[in-house]
């Protein structure tokens, strides 16, 4: 596959000193990649440095194969974008602000965007100030995709949809993905990463700390174990399986985490009589601390 985004030492430096920091990386035409960081890291700036709306300190970047500082305007015009702050006149009319955002790519066809509309729900013809934060967001995820552009650069893309509309979202992005198209995603959902994206760059204080495959992210998070027995066990027998660490007891409770394949754990488990099981995953703030860390894998 050839690359449609490319970055090296892309470095964007504030006055304070914040930003980005040689920022290397490649995403790859048909791709689904995940950008994740906590508030802070560098993840809408890298976003608005690849746009041209910030220009980089140094290092360099391209889309499509084009510099993003010389060809901003050719590139925007093959782009759908979703800021994270995303906002315009709220007096518009959702119908209104997609129109103006057909003439200024050169159509008037809203076709797809009516398509999409109906298929979030969302309402067309009232000014935008009326609508909720949800419905708000609605309305920018129609004017990222109803022109079917290459790339879609998505900042927080779910913020404010409820749990229908979000898996509309991940729907609607596996089918685009099918279609070839290339996504950028910033998210600070785990489990909306996990099932939409194919690699994920994982970002700190504005450099990378690591880009994997979702698969491979997924054999570093360790799970929690919680577990009660109806009789009395020997910790050890948990404490010994490989990957079991931070094991404690108490009561006829115990808790330890898990790190890798859990078949051992379960077998472990499967040889009592067991009261109460919980197994969960880390948040996404615990993820990046085991990468910031150096914990990570096995």
Do not use: W
Not at 1 to 21: C, F, H, N, P, Q
Not at 177 to 185: D, K, S, Y
């Amino acid at each position: 596959m050839s690359a449609v985004i490319e970055t090296d030492a892309l470095t964007k430096l504030y006055r304070g000193g914040a930003g980005i920091r040689d920022l290397t990386l490649t995403v790859d035409r048909g791709e689904v990649f995940g950008f994740l960081g906590p508030n802070g890291a560098g993840k809408t700036t890298t976003i608005r440095t690849l746009l041209d709306l910030l220009h980089p300190t140094s290092g360099n970047a391209t889309i499509f194969g084009l510099d993003t500082r010389r060809c901003s305007r050719e590139i925007r015009a093959r782009v759908g974008n979703l800021p994270g702050d995303f906002a315009y006149e709220d007096r518009l009319t959702g119908e209104q602000l997609l129109r103006l955002f057909a003439r200024l790519r050169g159509t008037n066809d809203l076709t797809g965007a009516r398509s999409l509309a109906e298929r979030f729900k969302a309402d067309l013809n009232r000014p935008l100030r009326q609508l909720s934060r949800g419905n708000r967001q609605k309305i920018g995820i129609i004017q990222a995709l109803f022109h079917n552009p290459e790339l879609l650069i998505l900042d927080e893309p779910t913020t404010g949809l409820d749990p229908l509309m979000q898996e509309e979202f991940l729907q609607l992005i596996a089918e685009r993905r099918e279609q070839g198209t290339t996504v950028f995603l910033s998210s600070h959902d785990l489990p909306e990463v996990e099932r939409a994206c194919d690699r994920v760059g994982i970002i700190r204080a504005g450099r990378l700390a690591a880009i994997e495959s979702v698969d491979e992210m997924r054999a570093r998070a360790y799970r929690k174990v919680t577990l009660k027995l109806r009789e009395p066990a020997d910790p050890a027998e948990f404490a010994a399986i490989e990957g079991v660490d931070s094991l404690e007891r108490d009561g006829d409770e115990i808790t330890f985490r898990a790190l890798g394949p859990l078949d051992e754990v379960i077998a472990a488990v499967a040889r009592h009589q067991v009261a109460d099981l919980e197994i969960t995953k880390p948040s996404l703030e615990e993820l990046f601390l085991l990468y910031y860390d150096g914990t990570a894998g096995p």
